[in-house]
């Protein structure tokens, strides 16, 4: 059975940084591309990165290209979103996802994605 385990959210201030990690187990990934997404509260699920387990390959939304880094440790079965100089409006609870074998296209569309976590809250305050 696939688990997808966030954590490292909490209440962060503007400039700071913050690291939150998916600790995923159940199979094997290397087929897989791995997810960060967002969701504010009264808003869509929205695509943060992406990256490929096997080749390590990544992509970003623009709102997070520069700030953000996503990373996995193979070893640990972990995925890692590195988040620098957060601001207000990346509140939102993060959620890791796993998809397989998604084309580069679909890698921003949850929808497209098999498993999920539950989520991890992240508040940034100004």
């Known amino acids: 059975q696939v688990q997808l385990v966030e954590s490292g959210g909490g209440l962060v201030q503007t400039g700071g940084s913050l690291r939150l990690s998916c600790a995923a187990s159940g199979r094997t990934f290397s087929s897989y591309t791995m997810g960060w997404f967002r969701q504010a509260p009264g808003k869509e699920r929205e695509f943060v990165a992406s990256?490929?387990?096997?080749?390590?390959?990544?992509s970003y939304a623009d709102s997070a290209s520069g700030r953000f880094t996503i990373s996995r440790d193979k070893a640990e079965s972990t995925v890692y979103l590195q988040m620098e100089s957060p601001r207000p409006e990346d509140t939102a609870v993060y959620y890791c996802?796993?998809?397989?074998?998604?084309?580069?296209?679909?890698?921003?569309?949850?929808?497209?994605?098999?498993?999920w976590g539950q989520g991890t809250q992240v508040t940034v305050s100004s």
């Open positions: 990256i490929l387990w096997s080749g390590g390959s990544t």
């Open positions: 996802a796993a998809g397989l074998l998604l084309a580069t296209l679909y890698e921003g569309y949850p929808r497209h994605y098999d498993y």
